[in-house]
């Protein structure tokens, strides 16, 4: 099993970001995905998580209405697209794969 992360970077308060998450190594379709994050001396927190069909998603309550989660099953990655961005939302951003597989991490920084 291999989660490869993609797409963190700095960027100013309100900007928008793609993160992606390619899968390799197991039936990418047949596992529901997550992205967690964790922030500088606090522990991993879960951000969002998406059935393996895609059907259904959910999200933490500091995410709701400013993230999506979604995943294209054909190329076996699982994105997160990032809006209205806050600077407590600076966070090494992790892809997850049950049980307890995990990717190397994305960077996300928002700063003024």
């Known amino acids: 099993v291999q989660l490869v992360e993609s797409g963190g970077g700095l960027l100013q308060p309100g900007g928008s970001l793609r993160l992606s998450c390619k899968a390799s190594?197991?039936?990418?379709?047949?596992?529901?995905m997550r992205w967690y994050r964790q922030a500088p001396g606090k522990g991993r927190e879960l951000v969002a998580a998406?059935?393996?069909?895609?059907?259904?998603?959910n999200y933490a309550d500091s995410v709701k209405g400013r993230f999506t989660i979604s995943r294209d099953n054909a190329g076996n990655t699982v994105y997160l697209q990032m809006s209205s961005l806050k600077p407590e939302d600076t966070a090494v951003y992790y892809c997850?794969?049950?049980?307890?597989?995990w990717g190397q991490g994305t960077q996300v920084t928002v700063s003024s």
């Open positions: 997850h794969r049950p049980l307890d597989y």
């Open positions: 190594g197991f039936a990418f379709s047949s596992y529901g």
């Open positions: 998406i059935t393996n069909d895609g059907r259904t998603t």
